[in-house]
């Protein structure tokens, strides 16, 4: 059986290794144009190949450096880990691990206490010691019934901006925005053109509308249309469905929903990964035209440096709860650690509870409880005591939340 050897991506080899990607994914190699708009995006850099005996990679996993907003809005340098596939006549023989490890080892060595990512599989990164951190939901808002109580999202204007002028003001407007929500990503320089630029200049007909209020900009969106209507069927317009939307304010927030609901011809308006606490419902009238079909996983999150990452996000007000930690990947994270809202430290007493790295992750930003981990049996409970408290400790009231794809 051919062997394989994993190393650093080297200038030049990047184009072969999103051919790799796509292929993993199932998508079509980048055409030279796709790739001159993607490249910025793809730099060598923070990238691990697996490449067979003649030298041709078969394996991919990506990274970049950005910052995390974590509960009380500190923000903590994580990379972004995207760009993971493996060429199906490789898989299962221990690329990805290898890969993992090799990048885990690199993040650590570079210093970033968080790593995270988007999952395509629920099965794949708890291993690694990633958990899933944030959650989203999918809607349906039906229109026809979709009424906004009076007086909401009336305080703004919404605009339509040009492709090029979407280029040009959303990344400002989008640094504008405080980023207080637990999970929220800052996007780099290097993240809009493949993932923000290449989409709304392309010829999927996304469309860009701004929220602007008191303040000026304060919010956008990206949608699209998609036409099923039917001259038989007059009822039946056009599927209008968000791509990101994004608001400063509850007044853009409100005032960016009142603009899709205006659109005619539309019979519902769909979003997928929206906050798990967007109001949509309590907006209208009619709380019932609006259907959640499905919650996700939206962030995956890692805790790289244990102590570094616990320090820097805030506590409820509870007791101090002593957590143990079992992490297989990076053993310097192995041990107790005492919790609470006058700070972190590693500790001898006596663990009160103890759970794996991903375990730790998923409870990370705030999402989750303790005490539902404790039924599934990842948490061990060495004193009963504990789980209350380390669920007021962790859980944050404002649902962690990222928005961003990479
Ligand atoms: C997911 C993927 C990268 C895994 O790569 P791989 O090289 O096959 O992974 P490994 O051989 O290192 O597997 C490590 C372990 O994870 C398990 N595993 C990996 N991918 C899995 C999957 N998709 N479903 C179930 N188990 C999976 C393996 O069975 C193995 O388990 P074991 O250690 O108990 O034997 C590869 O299947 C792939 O490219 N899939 C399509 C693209 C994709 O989903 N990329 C991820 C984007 S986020």
Redesign the pocket.
Known sequence: MSEFSVRAVAEGEQRACLDVLSQ??HGKAASDETWAKMAPSWPAAGKFAAFDDHGTPV?IASSFETELTVPGGRKLATAAVDG???RAD?????????MMAAQLEDIAARGLPLAA?????G??YG?FGYGAATYGKSVLVERPRARLRDGVGRDGMVRLVSPAEAVECVPALYRRFAGERPGFLARPVMWWPGFFDRIVTGDEGYRVAVHSGSDGDDGFVVYQTIDQRDRQAPERGALLDIREMHAATPGAQAGLWRFLLSVDLVSAVTGRGRPMDEPIAALLTDPRAVNTTEVIDDLWVRLVDVLAALRARTYGTAEPVVLEVLDRQLPGNNGRYVVGPGGVDRTTADAELRLDADTLASLYLGDGLFSDLVTAHRVEVLDAAAVARADVLFHTARAPWCGTFF
């Open positions: 993993a994914l394996g993971v596939g493996v490789w898989t299962r023989r221990g690329i990805l691990t290898a990512l988007h999952a395509s599989e099965v794949i291993r």
